[in-house]
């Protein structure tokens, strides 16, 4: 078993997206895919997969091919136990195959070969223990095993954890995987990365878990902008391992291009000086051959511009920086209170009870001015709900909430695409920018004076800005979904998981901008990465 992509390139109309991609896999490697959002992680997957066809290069696969993305399309009438029958086909099909030949085998004339051929194929894909390898992940993934469950009633991380299990009970050759953590509580993340590590096939995973990378891999491949042009794959079994090698790689470049110019500017010169030659012949003393000086002046003048030419024929490119977040000076006081401390939080639910979802009885949830709060637990234990009854966006059964007069709130939820999906088909990143800050005007929830502008943060490049929401990758629209909650400068930032989709540098900018912000922050992850760099910060665990 085995994937290889030999020199793979693919474009969308009039946007180039992957160049240069080769990649070799084999049996017992795990492979993690990074790069910023939108340099082309998931269409690699696709192109792996088989599901888009690249315009240039080849991708062979050798064994059987299973692939998790991060949407899924739903298919009328789809439960629970359509996803876990198609996983199980091929294993049942081998099982059936493995009846009939006991059956028809002749025990005085018959030939092994059958027989032991259908034995190999149930015994490869543990065909004995599939049922209970498949209620093992289901329930470990904390995903629903109801058969009859119709996916359209469920969430959308309910819909991945089944395909999560499914896809790794049914032990395909090679397995694909996009974002698998993001919908994952600690005791499923810890159980997948037992799973990948043992994987006996070929495992390509594109993730911004620092964690998992650390676990599981045995090589990083950066979709990002190089030297040659060309994606690197890196040895490197840890992540910071990865960050020192990629820093090195940038800083050669730098050094390169630095050298090239000045080498560059050193040839032009002497091309200037050899065509003020060439222009006065470089008259010779008097006596001396007439033309022999200008003849000298223009075999100068070839060798220059051959070696310009050569230069700049095998030059690179300038290194572009990567985006960088410039996170906004958000402010701490609302002036409705007078731009000081008074001892009151800005917001706080008492007692909440959201039937079904949440009970905190006897529990106060409350953010002071630059208060911090990171609240932790399994899926199902009501974070998200808490995240958004702090937000005012879910009515309480039970208990209250309060917010200050004047405080502004920055909201990320887990999946934002309810806002983005009433916006219309062609509207721009600009375009619904500008309509949720008249919206905010209108509401009286937006300080003109502080409105931030969706440019300046460094999230996405403007050419990105102009295109429509919907052509950009599922990172590109989380960053887009991020600025949204940082627009009205708010004063209290909500963010339930705020890692999901986001690329690997961003996340480590977007921690350290956490710790260092004026504005109040609650954060719910299961990042464990995240996790521990706000180890620090006062927490509530839920059961």
């Not at 085995?2 to 390139?9: F, N, P, S």
């Not at 819909?159 to 694909?176: G, K």
């Not at 402010?331 to 939080?345: D, F, H, K, M, V």
């Amino acid at each position: 078993m085995h994937l290889v992509a030999d020199d793979v390139a693919f474009a969308y109309p009039g946007r180039p997206v992957l160049r240069g991609v080769s990649l070799v896999v084999g049996a017992g490697q795990r492979i993690g895919v990074v790069g910023e959002n939108g340099a082309g992680k998931s269409t690699l997957l696709q192109v792996l997969a088989g599901a888009l066809v690249p315009q240039s290069g080849q991708v062979r696969c050798a064994g059987s091919l299973a692939v998790v993305t991060q949407e899924l399309e739903l298919t009328s009438g789809a439960t629970v136990g359509t996803l876990v029958d198609e996983a199980l086909a091929s294993v049942r099909e081998a099982g059936a195959a493995l009846e009939r030949a006991v059956d028809e085998f002749d025990h005085a004339t018959g030939e092994l070969g059958a027989l032991t051929d259908a034995l190999a194929r149930v015994d490869h894909l543990a065909g004995w223990d599939a049922d209970r390898r498949m209620d093992e992940a289901l329930t470990r993934f904390g995903a629903p095993r109801d058969p009859w469950r119709a996916l359209a009633e469920l969430s959308v991380g309910e819909r991945y954890r089944v395909r999560l299990a499914c896809r790794i009970a049914a032990r395909a050759d090679v397995l694909l995987l996009d974002e698998p953590t993001n919908h994952l509580d600690e005791a499923g993340i810890e159980y997948l990365t037992g799973q990948l590590g043992a994987w006996p096939g070929v495992v390509v995973i594109v993730t911004h878990d620092r964690r998992l990378l650390d676990d599981v891999m045995t090589g990083i491949l950066d979709l990002d902008p190089s030297m040659d042009g060309r994606p690197v794959l890196y040895g490197a079994t840890r992540y910071a391992t990865y960050r020192f090698a990629k820093d090195q790689a940038h800083r050669r470049w730098h050094q390169r291009y630095s050298a090239e110019q000045k080498q560059r500017q050193a040839l032009l010169r002497r091309l200037d000086e050899s065509y003020e030659g060439l222009s006065d012949e470089w008259r010779p003393p008097k006596g001396s051959g007439k033309h022999r000086r200008a003849t000298h002046a223009r075999i100068h003048v070839k060798a220059a511009d051959r070696l310009v030419e050569r230069l700049e024929a095998h030059a690179v490119e300038l290194p572009v920086p990567p985006l960088a977040l410039a996170f906004p000076d958000l402010p701490a006081i609302p002036s409705a209170l007078g731009g000081t401390p008074s001892g009151e939080p800005l917001v706080e639910v008492r007692a909440p009870l959201v039937r079904g979802r949440l009970d905190l009885a006897g529990t106060r949830v409350s953010l002071p001015p630059c208060g911090r709060l990171l609240v932790t637990g399994p899926n199902g234990s009501g974070k998200s709900t808490l995240l958004a009854a702090l937000a005012g966006t879910v009515p309480l059964d039970r208990g209250a909430r309060r917010i200050a007069p004047g405080v502004r709130l920055g909201v990320l939820t887990q999946d934002d695409h309810a806002a983005l999906a009433g916006l219309a088909p062609t509207a721009t990143g600009f375009d619904a920018y500008a309509r949720w800050a008249l919206d905010l005007l209108a509401e009286g929830a937006l300080d003109p004076e502080q409105l931030v502008p969706v440019a300046s943060l460094g999230l996405l490049a403007e050419s990105d800005l102009d295109r429509p929401l919907a052509d950009l990758s599922v990172g590109q629209r989380r960053r887009f979904e991020l600025a949204r909650a940082l627009l009205a400068a708010p004063h209290v930032l909500v963010l339930d998981e705020p890692t999901n989709h986001l690329s690997i540098g961003l996340v480590d900018e977007l921690t350290d901008a956490l710790r260092a912000t004026s504005a109040a922050v609650v954060v719910a992850t299961h990042d464990r990465k995240m996790r521990g760099d706000l180890a620090d910060w006062p927490q509530l665990r839920l059961a």
